[in-house]
């Protein structure tokens, strides 16, 4: 994860508002089975941070459904050979 650029950083501190410090974030992701809201499944994150985990994850979880409904309609090959 890359940190946020000063140009960033100055924008957040000189025009300040509600929610952009910091957020709280699943450490194992909601869609991977981390829904459960235990203290040992959140972390802290810079609001720029968490935006860039959200982004990663979300392309993560797009993947994860092109991967999935391939398999499922997809062929398998060994199909095609016949045990002798």
Same mark, same amino acid.
């Given at each position: 994860?890359?940190?946020?650029?000063l140009?960033?950083?100055?924008? @957040? *501190?000189?025009?300040?508002?509600?929610?952009q410090?910091?957020?709280?974030?699943? @450490?194992?992701p909601v869609?991977?089975?981390g829904?459960? %809201?235990s203290?040992?499944?959140?972390?802290?994150l810079?609001?720029? %941070?968490?935006?860039?985990?959200?982004?990663?994850?979300?392309?993560?979880?797009?993947?994860?459904k092109?991967r999935?409904?391939?398999?499922?309609?997809?062929?398998? *090959?060994?199909?095609?050979?016949?045990?002798?």
């Amino acid at each position: 994860m890359s940190c946020p650029s000063l140009l960033q950083l100055n924008e @957040i *501190i000189t025009n300040p508002a509600e929610g952009q410090f910091w957020q709280v974030d699943h @450490i194992k992701p909601v869609y991977g089975g981390g829904g459960q %809201c235990s203290l040992e499944n959140l972390q802290t994150l810079c609001t720029l %941070c968490h935006r860039e985990r959200t982004a990663k994850q979300a392309k993560e979880r797009s993947q994860m459904k092109r991967r999935s409904l391939a398999t499922k309609y997809g062929c398998d *090959i060994t199909k095609f050979f016949v045990k002798m």
